[in-house]
């Protein structure tokens, strides 16, 4: 299977380039992502814990699912492919906040993206793809917040940047 292909960024979010995956881990470079964040009708976050054979992060628990968007593909097509992907089911997303964070795994590589949030409700069961997804739960966002704090280590680095930089804002944004 050819490896899937990250579009380099610069900081405003212009594309420069296409680059394989796994190399711009390797190599640290700034790259377009998403983190799509489901919420039920009574506000809680599904989240999903990664599959324990990912590449990075593995059994860590994050939101309800992210990747990178393919060449010509918009943040919200990406987003959906990817909820379709990872959990089964689709619903309506709308485009949140965005920002850069860059962290380092244990592995040798690194995340270093320029991520956009994107929103939506669904309130059904997921059918996850066990290749991708080891678990889900409903939380609501005070508990994340705070299992967060006592638990930092259970969850992915760009959860808990979204968490602690731009929680008001998900939370205003429901």
């Given at each position: ?24 881990h ?59 992907e ?27 993206e320029?991520?956009h ?38 969850y ?19």
């Amino acid at each position: 299977m050819k490896e899937e292909k990250v579009i380099l960024v610069n900081e405003q979010d212009e594309q420069i380039g296409l680059m394989p995956k796994m190399e711009a881990h390797e190599k640290a470079l700034l790259h377009r992502a998403f983190s799509v964040f489901i919420f039920n009708d009574s506000n809680q976050l599904m989240l999903q814990q990664r599959a324990l054979d990912k590449y990075h992060s593995p059994g860590l628990w994050t939101n309800t699912c992210c990747s990178h968007q393919r060449d010509g593909e918009t943040n919200i097509e990406a987003g959906k492919r990817r909820l379709q992907e990872e959990m089964g089911f689709v619903v309506d997303l709308k485009e949140s906040i965005s920002f850069i964070y860059k962290a380092p795994f244990d592995n040798g590589l690194t995340e270093h993206e320029y991520d956009h949030v994107l929103l939506g409700k669904y309130s059904g069961v997921p059918k996850i793809n066990p290749e991708e997804v080891a678990s889900w739960k409903w939380m609501p966002l005070e508990e994340i917040k705070s299992d967060i704090s006592l638990h930092p280590e259970l969850y992915t680095a760009w959860f808990k940047v979204i968490f602690d930089k731009f929680y008001q804002h998900i939370n205003i944004n429901l």
